[in-house]
C-alpha cells in the first residue's frame, strides 16, 4: 500500500482516460468506436501497470541529499545544494519537488531533469 500512495499520475493519464470515457458515451450513437476505445482503454491500463511495475522493483533506487547551512536568512537568498544518485541500470526523468519551509516563500520549487544509469547529479 505504501508503494501505491507514493504514485504520482500525470495529467496525461487523466485526459486519456476522460477521452476514452467521452469515446464510451459516444460508442452508444456510433457503435464502432467500441472496440475501437475498449482497445485503447486495454493498452492504457497494460502501461500504466507495467510502468509501476518497473518503477517498482527493487533494482530502481534513487538516493537524494540536500545540504543548507544551519540557519536560513528571511531576507536573502540561502544556498541549497542537493545530490542526487541513480542507481538503477536505467536512465530516470524525474520532476524534483523539494517542499522548503513556507517562511522563505518559494513554493514553485520544481526541477525537470533527466539522471544517467549509476550517474550522480548535483
Known amino acids: 500500500m505504501r508503494r501505491l500512495r507514493n504514485t504520482f499520475l ?3 493519464f487523466f485526459i486519456l482516460l476522460a477521452s476514452f470515457t467521452a469515446g464510451m ?3 452508444f450513437g456510433i457503435p464502432v468506436l467500441l472496440p475501437i476505445v475498449c482497445i485503447g482503454l486495454g493498452v492504457l491500463a497494460f502501461a500504466a501497470t507495467a510502468e509501476f511495475i518497473i518503477l517498482n522493483t527493487p533494482s530502481i533506487a534513487l538516493s537524494a541529499s540536500r545540504k543548507s547551512t544551519k540557519l536560513l536568512s ?3 537568498n540561502n544556498k ?3 545530490t542526487l544518485f541513480n542507481h538503477s541500470p536505467i536512465p530516470l526523468y524525474l520532476k524534483l519537488i ?3 519551509p513556507e517562511q522563505l516563500q518559494n513554493r514553485d520549487f520544481l526541477i525537470r531533469l533527466m539522471i544517467k ?3 550522480k547529479q548535483t
Do not use: T
Open 10 to 12: 500525470s495529467n496525461r
Open 25 to 27: 458515451m459516444l460508442s
Open 74 to 76: 528571511l531576507g536573502s
Open 80 to 82: 541549497m545544494q542537493l
Open 98 to 100: 523539494d517542499e522548503q
Open 117 to 119: 544509469s549509476k550517474e
